[in-house]
């Protein structure tokens, strides 16, 4: 599987862009990036995933780099809420293999917005 | 209204007593999942089934057992629970496995032994 890295903790500012770096250097061709986020005593929320082309929904827009070897998670105008830990995740999408369709999490990010 | 129910939200077990914690949803998907969560980790896998195939991580310790009755209900046993057992449990469920077939989670269900 591939792995990411992800920054342990960000402070964002309440109305300004936080912006969510994930490094997955070793990512094959068949996988797609997945973010998630977990706010204190919740389970995890999805909130967008991409292949190689930029992705926007409500919550987020997903920025992938031309070598898919790192993205950038971005929520535009950040507020309390979106206080949590953001995992970002690389998903086989291919049949076969044990790792197949699996969510495997890493350590994640610690988003904190202040007022 | 929620789609992936666990229940309960908080259980408390003696050391070495069987335990079940269950979770159901509304969502009709093929794919259930349970992680187990410790205090200040990220969520990790130990089992999943689409379907009924069942699908074991290679280490997920033996005292956790699953069951998936039918599409809607499953459930996680743990035979014998120790102390280092405590842990948030979180259930998901997804359609499939291709991209779109994003996971649903759980709140969860919160286990002490004591």
């Known amino acids: 599987d591939a792995k990411t890295t992800q920054p342990t903790s960000m402070d964002c500012a309440e109305g300004r862009a936080a912006n969510l770096p994930c490094n997955h250097s070793t990512i094959s061709g068949n996988e797609y990036v997945y973010w998630y986020r977990q706010i204190h005593s919740q389970g995890p929320q999805y909130i967008i995933h991409g292949l190689k082309n930029n992705e926007t929904n409500e919550m987020a827009s997903l920025i992938i780099t031309e070598d898919r070897k790192s993205s950038t998670l971005i929520l535009p105008h950040a507020t309390l809420r979106d206080t949590a830990v953001y995992y970002c995740i690389v998903r086989p999408s291919n049949a076969g293999g044990t790792s197949y369709g699996k969510l495997t999490f890493g350590q994640g990010t610690i988003l904190t917005v202040h007022p | 209204d929620a789609m992936v129910i666990q229940n309960p939200r908080y259980q408390v077990t003696q050391f070495g007593k069987p335990v079940t914690l269950s979770c159901s949803q509304t969502?009709?998907?093929?794919?259930m999942y349970w992680y187990q969560q410790k205090s200040s980790q990220a969520p990790k896998l130990l089992f999943h089934?689409?379907?009924?195939?069942f699908n074991n991580e290679a280490d997920t310790p033996d005292n956790f057992q699953s069951r998936r009755p039918n599409t809607s209900f499953c459930f996680l046993d743990i035979r014998s629970p120790g102390l280092g057992d405590a842990a948030m449990y979180l259930c998901a469920t997804s359609r499939g496995w291709g991209p779109g077939s994003e996971a649903f989670f759980g709140q969860g269900t919160r286990l002490t032994v004591v």
């Open positions: 969502l009709n998907h093929n794919v």
């Open positions: 089934y689409y379907d009924k195939d």
